[in-house]
C-alpha cells in the first residue's frame, strides 16, 4: 500500500505564491507518476500538473503552464508544486496522487492514479 499526504495550503492574495509538498510512503517506486489535482466547490477535479519519476518528464495544465511549478525528489519520496503568480481562480482543494502504472497520454485523468492524499486548501483572496 501506498500513502500520501500532501501539505503546505493556505490563503494568499492575489498575485502570491504557495509551494504545496507531497509526501509518499509505503511501496512506492521509481516507475510512479505523481500528479496534482484541484476541486473547487461545486466542480469536478482537475488536472493541474503531473510528474514522472522514471524520466522526470512533466504536465501542466493550460490554467496553470507559465505560473506553476512541478518537481519532484524521489530519493526522499516528495514532490513539489510551486504556485506563483496566484489567481482567485486557483482557489481550490489541492490533492496529490500517485499512478503506480502510468501510461502515455493519460496523465490527467484523475481515474488514472491509484492512492489520493485527503488535500490541501488553497485559499486566493482578491
Known amino acids: 500500500q501506498v500513502q500520501v499526504v500532501e501539505s503546505g495550503g493556505g490563503l494568499v492574495q492575489t498575485g502570491g505564491s504557495l509551494r504545496l509538498a507531497c509526501a509518499a510512503s509505503g511501496r512506492t517506486s521509481s516507475s510512479f507518476r505523481l500528479g496534482w489535482f484541484r476541486q473547487a466547490p461545486g466542480k469536478e477535479r482537475d488536472f493541474v500538473a503531473a510528474?514522472?519519476?522514471?524520466?522526470?518528464?512533466?504536465h501542466y495544465a493550460d490554467s496553470v503552464k507559465g505560473r506553476f511549478t512541478i518537481s519532484g525528489n524521489i530519493v526522499k519520496n516528495m514532490v513539489y508544486l510551486q504556485m506563483n503568480s496566484l489567481k482567485p481562480e486557483d482557489t481550490a482543494v489541492y490533492y496529490c496522487?500517485?499512478?503506480?502504472?502510468?501510461?502515455?497520454?493519460?496523465?490527467?485523468?484523475?481515474?488514472?492514479?491509484?492512492?489520493w492524499g485527503q488535500g490541501t486548501q488553497v485559499t486566493v483572496s482578491s
Open positions: 496522487a500517485a499512478d503506480k502504472s502510468p501510461l502515455w497520454g493519460l496523465e490527467r485523468r484523475p481515474d488514472e492514479y491509484d492512492y
Open positions: 510528474i514522472s519519476w522514471s524520466n522526470g518528464m512533466t
